[in-house]
C-alpha cells in the first residue's frame, strides 16, 4: 500500500485529524509527567513542550519510515514512565535544566540508534515470544505507577519520585493541605472521560475533558502554579541550536552514562509496544505489517525527535485504533495526524498555558486504569500457577523495581516454567511438533463419516502440537484460514497437548471470530490440559455447548448426521 491512497485520500486524513486532537491531551499529560520530578517553575511547561515536540516528530516520521499503514506513534505510558526516571535522576545529581534536556535527547537518540539496529538485525519477529503473563503483568505495573504518580497533581501536589515515596508520604501530604479546585477539576475530568461516550463516541472523550474542564478552571482564579503555563510558539529548534542552553560545568560522563542505558529500555520496550499495536492494527484492517521495517522508522522517529528536544515514543494503540476507526488505512494518516500538532505548535501554543495540571492528572488516571490488565488479574486463580506467579512477580518488580528488570526476569522465570511443563508433557508421551495447516487433501483415517452432502458447509481444522504463547501467532495464521462460507468448523483437538493462558485467549477469539460469522464450531478429542483450560475459564460451555464437543471424531459424525436429518 502507497503512503498516498487516492482512494482513501479522504479517509486518511479525516483518520489522522482525529488522531491527532485525540493525541493532543496526551502528548501535553505524557509530557508533563516524564518532568514531574523536577522542582522547578518551569518544568511543567518544558515538559508539555517535549511531549507536543515528541509527539509531532516521532508520528510524522514513523509513519513516513515505518512498516505498519495505519499506526499513529508518540509518547506512551510505558515510554514516559522510564523517562520521567532518566530526567528526574540527572536533576537530582546536576541540577540543571540543561542536563535534563541533553540527557533526554541523547537517550531519545540512542532508542532511536538501537532500534534502527534491532530492525536490521530482524529482532522484530521474536516480540511474539513475550508470554502474556509477563505483558500482562508489566502493563498492569505500568498502569499503577501512572495512577500513583497522578494522584499528587490531582490534588494540587508535586509527587515524589520514587514509588515508594509516592505510597507512603500521600497521607502525609495530603493531611498537610490540598487544593480543592484541583480535585474538583480533576474528578470532573475523569467523569466526563467516562462518561461521554455513553452520549456519543464521534467526539473524542479526552479533548471534550481537556476544553470544558479548562474553561471551567478560568472561572476559579487558580495559582499559576497548578497550571501548566506557558510553552513556546514556533518551529522546536535542535538541541545544538537551542536557546538558553548552556553546557558549562555539565559532567559529560554521568549525562552519557544517564543515557545510554535508558536508551536501550526504552528501544526495548518502545519495540515491544509498537509491534504489539502494530498486531491490533492489523486485525482491525485485515493487513499485515513490517515488524523490521516498522522499528527502523521507529528508530529513525526517535532520534529526530531526540534531536529536537521531544521525548521518546512508540506505536500508541488507542490513538491507532481510533485512527482506523475514524478511515485511516495508509501512512499518510499519522503524518496528518502530526501536521495537527506541528500546527497547534506553531500557531496556539499560547492556549494551551490556561489548562490546569490536575485535569491531565485526571486524563492520565484514565490513561493508566485502561492500561492495567483486569482480565488477567481476575483469571489469576484459573489460570495455571506459574502464569500467576509470573504476573504478580513482573507486576511487583515493575512497581517497586524497574521495567527492564521486571521484564528480564519475568521472562527467564516464563521459559524455565515453560521448559518444565513441555518436558513433563513429553515425558508423558505427548506430541510437541508444530501448528500444521489443514490440507483438504489429506483427511485424518477417522474423518470418512461425514454425510457427503454436507461436505461442502464443513471444513476441518486439525491442530497438531501445543498452543502456547511460542506458537500463537502460527496459530492465528491457521485459524485465518477458516473460510468465511463455512457453516460447520470442527476443530481437532487430539494432537494438542497443551495450552497455557497465551493459547487460551488466542483460542477464544479465534472461536468468537467463527461464531460472529454464524458458523457452528464443535470440538474433537481435546486433551485433559486443554479440556482444563477450556471448563476453568468457561470457553466450554459458554462458548462452545459441552454437546458440542465429542470424544472421539465418530461421535460428532453421528452428531452431523442427525443434523442433517433435521
Known amino acids: 500500500m502507497a503512503i498516498l491512497s487516492k482512494q482513501n485520500l479522504k479517509g486518511d486524513i479525516f483518520g489522522g485529524i482525529t488522531a491527532g486532537i485525540v493525541a493532543l491531551p496526551l502528548a501535553l499529560a505524557f509530557g508533563i509527567q516524564a518532568f514531574g520530578g523536577i522542582d522547578d517553575p518551569s518544568a511543567s511547561s518544558m515538559g508539555a513542550l517535549a511531549g507536543l515536540v515528541g509527539a509531532a516528530f516521532l508520528g510524522f516520521f514513523a509513519s513516513l519510515f515505518g512498516g505498519t499503514h495505519s499506526q499513529i506513534s508518540g509518547p506512551t505510558g510505558p515510554m514516559t514512565v522510564i523517562t520521567a526516571a532518566l530526567i528526574s535522576g540527572v536533576w537530582a545529581s546536576q541540577h540543571s535544566m540543561s542536563a535534563v534536556l541533553i540527557s533526554m535527547s541523547l537517550a531519545g537518540i540512542f ?11 530482524k529482532i522484530g519477529k521474536y516480540v511474539r515470544y513475550i508470554p502474556y503473563p509477563v505483558l500482562s503483568g508489566f502493563m498492569s505495573g505500568i498502569g499503577v505507577i501512572i495512577i500513583l504518580q497522578q494522584l499528587y497533581p490531582l490534588v494540587g501536589l508535586k509527587s515524589p519520585v520514587l514509588v515508594v515515596d509516592m505510597i507512603t508520604q500521600l497521607p502525609q501530604r495530603v493531611a498537610a493541605g490540598v487544593s480543592v479546585t484541583s480535585l474538583l477539576l480533576g474528578l470532573g475530568t475523569i467523569a466526563i472521560i467516562t462518561l461521554f461516550p455513553l452520549i456519543t463516541k464521534k467526539i473524542p472523550a479526552t479533548l471534550v475533558a481537556l476544553i470544558v474542564m479548562t474553561v471551567v478552571s478560568l472561572f476559579c482564579n487558580m495559582d499559576e502554579k497548578l497550571l501548566i503555563g506557558s510553552i513556546p510558539s514556533g518551529f522546536p529548534m535542535p538541541i545544538f541550536a537551542k536557546s538558553g542552553l548552556s553546557l558549562a560545568g555539565l559532567d559529560w560522563g554521568v549525562i552519557l552514562k ?29 493487513t499485515h505489517h513490517n515488524s523490521n521495517r516498522e ?5 529513525i522517529g526517535n532520534i529526530i525527535s531526540g534531536l529536537f528536544c521531544g521525548i521518546a515514543g512508540a506505536g500508541a494503540t488507542m490513538r491507532t485504533v481510533v485512527n482506523v476507526k475514524s478511515g485511516g488505512r495508509t501512512q499518510l494518516s499519522g503524518m496528518t495526524h502530526s501536521l495537527i500538532l506541528f500546527a497547534i505548535l506553531l500557531g496556539l501554543g499560547g492556549l494551551v498555558r490556561y489548562v490546569p495540571l490536575s485535569v491531565l492528572a485526571g486524563i492520565l488516571i484514565t490513561v ?23 504476573l504478580i512477580i513482573v507486576f511487583l518488580l515493575t512497581v517497586f523495581v524497574d521495567l527492564l528488570t521486571a521484564v528480564g526476569i519475568g521472562m527467564v522465570i516464563a521459559c524455565v516454567l515453560f521448559m518444565k511443563r513441555a518436558s513433563d508433557l513429553v515425558e508423558g508421551g505427548y506430541s510437541s511438533s508444530e501448528l500444521t495447516n489443514f490440507d483438504k487433501e489429506s483427511p485424518w483415517s477417522d474423518e470418512g463419516g461425514i454425510p457427503d452432502d454436507m461436505r461442502h458447509r464443513i ?13 500463537i501467532t502460527k496459530f492465528q495464521s491457521v485459524m485465518d484460514d477458516v473460510p468465511a462460507d463455512a457453516k460447520i468448523v470442527i476443530i481437532r483437538m487430539r494432537l494438542v497437548s497443551f495450552m497455557d493462558q497465551s493459547g487460551l485467549y488466542a483460542m477464544e ?13 464443535l470440538m474433537t478429542i481435546i486433551q485433559p490440559q486443554p479440556m482444563y483450560m477450556l471448563t476453568k475459564m468457561k470457553v466450554i460451555p459458554e462458548l462452545v455447548p459441552e454437546d458440542h464437543t465429542f470424544k472421539t471424531f465418530e461421535e460428532c459424525t453421528d452428531f452431523l448426521s442427525e443434523l442433517n436429518h433435521k
Open 111 to 121: 532508542c532511536g540508534l538501537f532500534q534502527i539496529l534491532f530492525g536490521i538485525l
Open 295 to 299: 522499528l527502523v522508522g521507529q528508530g
Open 459 to 471: 471444513y476441518i481444522q486439525r491442530l497438531n502440537g501445543p498452543i502456547f504463547f511460542g506458537t
Open 368 to 390: 493508566g486504569w485502561g492500561i492495567i490488565d483486569f482480565k488477567g488479574f481476575k483469571d489469576l486463580l484459573k489460570i495455571p500457577k506459574a502464569d500467576a506467579v509470573v
Open 509 to 521: 477469539t479465534a472461536i468468537k471470530e467463527i461464531q460472529s460469522r454464524g458458523a457452528m464450531v
Open 258 to 286: 544517564a543515557s545510554i542505558i535508558p536508551g536501550l529500555t526504552l528501544a526495548g520496550l518502545g519495540s515491544i509496544d509498537t509491534l504489539l499495536t502494530s498486531v491490533v492494527a492489523d486485525n482491525i484492517t485485515k
